[in-house]
């Protein structure tokens, strides 16, 4: 039973909120899936429209799993997923079309340059030759590596190379992101720089951030969701939260680390 503090999540200009009424851009339904006999994700239940999404849980809660299931890298035993409304198990291609995926450890051909780099994974996407060019400079302006297109990769610090992996997300303008500690062991000025590009992203797209950062979950993200143990354990509004002691409260309550007699609990 997940605990909740904001029935739906906070929606970008221009994107209406997720009702009874609209389609959620990314909906999870009864998620199970396990290993052998023990169960990373257990019955998993969410629907994302436009906005910031940060997903915390501690080591082995299933965030990785599940982060697989929806970009595509595994598949599940129970439940289901809809893409834009999109059933990945019978139109799966169009499905990974819809999904923009950058793993917590981004590998990069050293050699290469980014816009080459660019280019490559445009083609690998399966971008129409006649729109990857518009695709990449799109990527490019977005993730701000215009001044750095020419660069190679392996010359870059590591605040670029995360940028240069979230532009590969990015290619195509898929509606929906799912990001691995995109922030990661960067500075400050670089954690701020990616918080501001995907603030802009999902004003009218949905962002699904997996973080270990409680502060910059708050900073980022409209709205938490917490795993514990494979299930999800709170599902809340980061709004009116103005310090991150209170985002680490509800932390440690919804993983059961302290009681939780003030979290009303969702049905």
């Known amino acids: 039973m997940a605990l909740r503090l904001a029935a739906h999540p906070v929606a970008g200009e221009g994107c209406p909120p997720v009702t009874r009424h609209t389609t959620p851009l990314l909906s999870v339904a009864s998620l199970t899936k396990s290993y052998g006999g023990r169960r990373?994700?257990?019955?998993?239940?969410?629907?994302?429209?436009?906005?910031?999404?940060?997903?915390?849980?501690?080591?082995g809660a299933g965030k990785?799993?599940?982060?697989?299931?929806?970009?595509?890298?595994?598949?599940?035993?129970?439940?289901?997923v809809r893409l834009g409304g999109i059933d990945p198990a019978w139109r799966s291609r169009e499905a990974r079309g819809s999904v923009g995926f950058m793993p917590e450890?981004?590998?990069?051909?050293?050699e290469m340059r980014v816009e080459h780099y660019l280019r490559f994974a445009?083609?690998?996407?399966?971008?129409?030759?006649?729109?990857?060019?518009?695709?990449?400079?799109?990527?490019?302006?977005?993730?701000?590596l215009e001044g750095v297109r020419s660069r190679i990769i392996a010359n870059l610090s590591k605040g670029y190379r995360q940028r240069v992996g979230l532009a590969q997300a990015m290619l195509g303008d898929p509606p929906i992101l799912v990001l691995d500690e995109p922030s990661a062991g960067l500075?400050?000025?670089?954690?701020?720089?990616?918080?501001?590009?995907?603030?802009?992203?999902a004003a009218e797209r949905a962002v699904l951030v997996s973080t270990h950062s409680l502060g910059e979950s708050r900073r980022l993200c409209a709205?938490?969701?917490?795993?514990?143990?494979?299930?999800?354990?709170?599902?809340?509004s980061t709004a009116g939260?103005?310090?991150?002691?209170?985002?680490?409260?509800?932390?440690?309550r919804a993983v059961g680390a302290e009681p939780a007699d003030d979290v009303e609990a969702a049905p």
Request: proline share 5%.
């Open 187 to 201: 500075d400050p000025l670089h954690v701020i720089e990616i918080r501001t590009v995907l603030g802009d992203y």
């Open 40 to 59: 990373a994700v257990e019955d998993v239940s969410f629907e994302l429209g436009c906005g910031v999404t940060g997903l915390l849980g501690p080591n």
């Open 223 to 236: 709205r938490v969701l917490v795993l514990s143990q494979g299930r999800l354990v709170y599902d809340g």
């Open 64 to 80: 990785s799993t599940l982060i697989r299931c929806l970009a595509g890298l595994g598949g599940w035993d129970e439940g289901e």
């Open 122 to 144: 445009a083609e690998g996407k399966g971008i129409p030759r006649a729109e990857r060019r518009a695709a990449v400079g799109a990527a490019l302006a977005r993730a701000g």
């Open 241 to 252: 939260m103005a310090a991150d002691d209170e985002l680490e409260g509800a932390f440690r």
């Open 105 to 110: 450890r981004v590998s990069f051909p050293p």
